[in-house]
């Protein structure tokens, strides 16, 4: 068990083997994944694009105030995306898209002095918005809420920021469409790729979004600081982390309809499952109550943060006899 919870310090995880108990009734556990892949992966691409499109009218238009309120909602769509992003498995061109998009612990450089020269600069676009960095989500951040779009330079900036943006999100959408027979083809691999991208991001969740800025995490124990939030300069990390929850409540605890979390109660015994689904509920609730980005009282949210986390890595990967290994150390 050491051994296992030592390995709660590393992200990414790959998924080799399959369940040890199939699902009897492969018609049904298929039925689970399609609809999964259409009403959760692909309607948040498409919902992002209709955020983000609504977004770049505002900027178009100079007006800053929707600007901003429609920057909130495409962080939420996005985060949405980019939490149960599996097309890189699917399709390993892709693998590397989201980090063109979202740049957050991806790297160390400075995009606000480089987009401060870029504006400053009189070459083309083209050339001063050379880097995938610059033309992020976070970049577009750092344009609408420090500089002001109103400016016929800053405004080409970011309408630029917005374009390449735009045309990832249609790249991925496109290509999950595409997709979605292909991996729906093997169950087994299908399960797998589902399992480990739904592990893969509860670390970061955990660890990145809340524990360093509260002070939690060994790198910062007793050390918080909010300007180590995700979207600081917006005020929008609360709403990133909680359509990463969101995501996941749709993914395993859907009222909807017979979601994965359904899928894996039938595995095991239902224990663990069911103590995730509490700790998801009550982080929803909790992270409505963080006010202004401000993460000093976020202690409970942590550590139903961390419940999710636990259960999905550990418990989860031990009741279903799934065999894990390392494939990359994610982090900086």
């Known amino acids: 068990m050491n051994v296992i919870k030592n390995l709660l310090l590393v992200g990414m995880l790959c998924i080799t083997t399959a369940f040890a108990n ?46 901003k309120e429609n920057f909130s909602k495409l ?68 344009m609408l809420f420090s500089k002001d779009i109103k400016n016929i330079r800053e405004n080409k900036i970011t ?8 045309s990832h999100l249609n790249d991925i959408k496109d290509e999950y469409i595409a997709q979605k027979q292909n991996f729906l083809k093997s169950l087994k691999k299908a399960n797998a790729i589902t399992i480990n991208t739904i592990i893969q991001n509860t670390y970061k969740l955990k660890e990145w979004r809340v524990g360093d800025i509260a002070g939690f995490t060994k790198k910062y124990e007793d050390n918080p600081d909010n300007k180590r939030a995700e979207y600081f300069l917006s005020k929008n990390s609360a709403n990133a982390i909680e359509a990463i929850l969101s995501t996941y409540k749709n993914i395993l605890d859907n009222e909807k309809s017979i979601d994965y979390g359904d899928y894996l109660i039938r595995l095991t015994d239902g224990t663990e499952m069911k103590r995730l689904r509490k ?25 139903n943060i961390n419940t999710i ?12 006899s799934i065999n894990a290994k390392i494939l990359d150390a994610d982090g900086d």
């Open 22 to 67: 199939d699902v009897s009734d492969e018609k049904e556990n298929k039925e689970i994944l399609s609809t999964l892949y259409e009403k959760v992966i692909v309607a948040d691409v498409k919902r992002a694009l209709v955020d983000i499109k609504s977004l770049k009218k505002d900027v178009l238009n100079k007006n800053v105030k929707k600007s």
């Open 309 to 320: 986390h636990v259960v999905l890595f550990v418990e989860m990967l031990e009741e279903l």
């Open 159 to 166: 309408l630029a920021i917005l374009n390449k943006i735009t």
């Open 279 to 303: 700790s998801l509920r009550k982080s929803l609730v909790l992270v409505k109550e963080i006010k202004n980005d401000d993460f000093s009282n976020s202690k409970e949210l942590y550590e």
């Open 75 to 142: 962080v939420n769509s996005w985060k949405s995306v980019e939490t149960f992003y599996l097309l890189g498995d699917i399709n390993e061109d892709f693998i590397d898209t989201p980090r063109y998009i979202d740049i957050f612990h991806n790297g160390n450089e400075d995009i606000t002095e480089q987009l401060d020269r870029a504006i400053k600069s009189k070459d083309e676009l083209r050339v001063v918005l050379f880097k995938n960095s610059l033309k992020s989500i976070n970049a577009l951040e750092y």
